[in-house]
């Protein structure tokens, strides 16, 4: 592999991965928190579109949230 790290999270329902910039989520989507139009529930996971890159990842059941090197978080 490419080596680095990965920042792995996950709620009760739904998982995020941040890796290199970029992020990854996945599961339950009744709230948007997947970040994508993939339907209520993503089943494999899904590019975050439209974002700066990021540092560390956050979820809740019904949220994510993620943190850029710059420190602002989306």
Same mark, same amino acid.
């Given at each position: 592999?490419?080596?680095?790290? %990965?920042?792995? !999270? ?5 998982? +995020? ?6 992020? *990854? %989520?996945?599961? *339950?989507?009744? *709230?948007?928190?997947?970040?994508? $139009? %993939?339907?209520?529930? %993503?089943?494999?996971? @899904?590019?975050?579109?439209? !974002?700066?890159?990021?540092?560390? @990842? +956050?979820l809740t059941r ?7 090197? $710059?420190?602002? @978080?989306?």
């Amino acid at each position: 592999g490419q080596g680095g790290s %990965c920042a792995v !999270r996950a709620a009760a329902d739904n998982a +995020s991965a941040a890796a290199g910039g970029l992020v *990854y %989520c996945w599961g *339950y989507n009744l *709230y948007g928190q997947v970040g994508s $139009a %993939c339907g209520t529930i %993503c089943d494999t996971p @899904v590019a975050v579109p439209a !974002r700066p890159a990021a540092v560390a @990842v +956050s979820l809740t059941r019904q949220a994510s949230c993620l943190l850029t090197a $710059a420190g602002r @978080v989306w």
